[in-house]
């Protein structure tokens, strides 16, 4: 497909566990997003990604989140030591070039994220 | 600061009648502006945005949107609703001091109703 994957598209941890998110965006974006929507929340900016490089992590919330980017292409955000207030619908986005404030952002389905 | 309301959770429209779901904004200088609309269990997709120009912004959908700086406002409008536009819609404002990030409204629920 043309567009962003995102996976698992739920997952169901227990408090303490690592886990992973994966984001495949759109083949050629060079700039990629990863944001957290809250139920009855808005979207919250976690990270970006310029190629490989991330400028601006300031989004995170803490030191159990971590991203990389490989390739300039598939992206994982991690989260260490899991919980319960990190449940939530994670969210993934490309855009074409990045740094340009007209570029309009294509999300992924996002991972659907449950802390027990 | 800068930020986005969304002042209405969740707007009930009649199939056939004109829709509006509300934005306003507070920024400083000039806003650029978005509106982003999540189907159940889709991803978001982006449906118009306001940069310069027009305040009357058309977008995808049949959607469109008038920006309103002295009410510091970005409504979202449709002139006859149907039953599949019923989603989640956010507007979102560029941070002014970034070239990228945006701050996102909580979300609008639409319900179009048969």
């Known amino acids: 497909g043309a567009g962003v994957s995102q996976s698992p598209s739920n997952k169901v941890t227990e408090k303490g566990k690592d886990v992973e998110l994966r984001c495949d965006p759109i083949?050629?974006?060079?700039?990629l997003y990863w944001y957290r929507q809250s139920l009855g929340q808005g979207l919250e900016f976690l990270i970006y990604?310029?190629?490989?490089?991330?400028?601006?992590k300031s989004g995170l919330p803490s030191d159990r989140f971590s991203a990389e980017r490989t390739g300039g292409s598939v992206s994982t955000l991690t989260i260490q030591r899991t919980q319960q207030e990190d449940s939530a619908v994670y969210l993934c986005?490309?855009?074409?070039?990045?740094?340009?404030?007209?570029?309009?952002?294509?999300f992924g389905p996002g991972t659907r994220l449950l802390v027990l | 600061a800068q930020s986005v309301a969304q002042p209405e959770d969740q707007v009930n429209v009649a199939e056939g009648n004109p829709l509006t779901v509300k934005c306003t904004y507070s920024v400083s200088g000039n806003p650029y502006l978005f509106w982003y609309v999540q189907y159940p269990n889709r991803g978001l997709q982006f449906l118009l945005k306001y940069i310069t120009g027009d305040n009357l912004v058309k977008g995808s959908y049949g959607f469109e949107a008038e920006f309103n700086k002295s009410q510091t406002s970005f409504h979202l409008k449709k002139p006859s609703a149907l039953v599949s536009d019923s989603a989640l819609y956010f507007c979102a404002v560029r941070l002014l001091d970034s070239n990228y990030q945006l701050i996102w409204g909580a979300g609008t629920k639409l319900i179009i109703k048969p």
């Open positions: 990604f310029q190629g490989n490089s991330a400028p601006d």
């Open positions: 986005a490309s855009s074409p070039v990045g740094g340009a404030w007209v570029e309009t952002q294509y």
């Open positions: 083949s050629g974006h060079t700039a």
